[in-house]
């Protein structure tokens, strides 16, 4: 069963730009959720996406977007790029069957994209 | 505001022995708790979860333990091993809604021979 992907791994911008990371999810799960991980700020929430849907939003300010498709496969949109937002991107899939503590709502993280801003 | 908390943003142990990692955390809604491993260029694994129903849970040699007076939770690995040097991060979500996880800051074990 393939894991999650997301592209591109690595990619270099520059103030000002804007940028789209790609996400898809393992098959069969439908909740695709993005965070943010910067050295000393740990893993911060972004979004979550189930059903083409937003279900849930982070402390994040408008120049981050999201989206999904119907094969669940997300992308995020961050515009107008700030040296601060040089990060790792993961993006995490999950079967989202609430109210299980069998481990089914497990986030499934990708490898994450790597983004520096000059 | 940091919700969830690692204290301690390194832990060195020597192998075989216990590695003990701590997690505190300040809202009281959380009732569901993960513990994830990540490996450098990987993105973060799970390890074990834990609801608050429970103040233990074990999958081999990973234990969680849950003070919800305390609003604590750590994780032991016994014995420790080199291929556990990894940054461990702490999770927390209210289980109506584990989709959205609040992170600790984690923190990096190192076990050496």
């Known amino acids: 069963k393939a894991g999650v992907t997301q592209t591109p791994r690595y990619l270099i911008k520059t103030r000002g730009q804007q940028v789209t990371l790609s996400c898809s999810p393992i098959s069969g799960h439908r909740s695709v959720s993005w965070y943010q991980q910067t050295p000393g700020q740990g893993l911060q929430f972004l979004f979550e996406?189930?059903?083409?849907?937003?279900?849930n939003k982070g402390n994040f300010p408008g120049r981050f977007s999201g989206r999904q498709f119907s094969n669940s496969r997300s992308e995020m949109n961050v515009s107008t790029l700030e040296l601060g937002d040089s990060a790792l991107y993961l993006c995490?899939?999950?079967?989202?069957?609430?109210?299980?503590?069998?481990?089914?709502?497990?986030?499934?993280f990708g490898a994450g994209s790597r983004l520096t801003v000059l | 505001d940091q919700q969830v908390k690692q204290n301690s943003p390194s832990l060195s142990v020597q192998e075989g022995r216990i590695s003990i990692l701590n997690c505190d955390y300040t809202n009281s809604m959380f009732d569901y708790f993960l513990w994830y491993k990540k490996y450098p260029a990987e993105g973060p694994t799970f390890l074990i979860s834990i609801s608050s129903i429970k103040d233990k849970n074990e999958d081999g040699r990973f234990t969680v333990f849950l003070n919800k007076s305390a609003k604590h939770l750590s994780l032991h690995i016994v014995p420790s091993q080199p291929g556990d040097s990894a940054v461990y991060f702490c999770?927390?979500?209210?289980?109506?809604?584990?989709?959205?996880?609040?992170f600790g800051t984690g923190t990096r074990l190192q076990v050496f021979p």
């Open positions: 999770a927390a979500s209210a289980l109506s809604n584990t989709d959205k996880l609040i």
């Open positions: 996406y189930f059903s083409e849907t937003q279900r």
């Open positions: 995490a899939s999950s079967l989202d069957e609430t109210g299980s503590d069998s481990g089914a709502n497990v986030l499934t």
